[in-house]
């Protein structure tokens, strides 16, 4: 027995309405209401392993801010968002700060680096 799945592409900034057609097996094989091919990507992708873009900030010591940007290298897992944000939360860096620089390696075990989002100079005195 087939199923549907209706959800708003974010691929680009039309904002699409998707429907996903899924076999027994939970598998998209029709996807429909996309006007770009990242639609179809983007569904496929969002009912097989959805992930998302995390974003926050965390603790400097000695910097000429408190706080530095940071965001995951790569798109990471939907269901470990969460733990993502208790894990960058408990995080204290030391300035300097490059950006790029990776804050934690495998964040959570998700094969997903946490890095810096922009450059943190140390603080003068």
């Given at each position: 027995?087939?199923?549907?799945?209706?959800?708003?592409c974010?691929?680009?900034?039309?904002?699409?309405?998707l429907?996903?057609?899924?076999?027994?097996?939970?598998?998209?094989?029709?996807?429909?209401?996309?006007?770009?091919?990242?639609?179809?990507?983007?569904?496929?992708?969002?009912?097989?392993?959805?992930?998302?873009?995390?974003a926050?900030?965390?603790?400097?010591?000695g910097?000429k801010?408190?706080?530095?940007?940071?965001?995951?290298?790569?798109?990471?897992?939907?269901?470990?968002?969460?733990?993502?944000?208790?894990?960058?939360?408990?995080?204290?860096?030391?300035?300097?700060?490059?950006?790029?620089?990776?804050?934690?390696?495998?964040?959570?075990?998700?094969?997903?680096?946490?890095?810096?989002?922009r450059?943190?100079?140390?603080?003068?005195?």
């Open positions: 027995m087939s199923s549907e799945r209706k959800f708003i974010v691929s680009c900034p039309l904002g699409c309405g429907t996903v057609t899924l076999d027994d097996s939970g598998e998209a094989v029709k996807v429909e209401g996309n006007t770009c091919p990242r639609g179809e990507s983007y569904a496929r992708s969002e009912v097989k392993d959805p992930r998302r873009v995390f926050s900030t965390v603790r400097v010591s910097g801010l408190p706080v530095c940007p940071v965001r995951s290298k790569t798109p990471a897992p939907r269901g470990k968002l969460f733990d993502i944000a208790r894990a960058v939360a408990g995080l204290n860096v030391e300035a300097p700060v490059k950006i790029g620089q990776v804050l934690i390696h495998n964040v959570c075990g998700t094969d997903v680096d946490i890095v810096a989002s450059d943190l100079e140390a603080a003068k005195f």
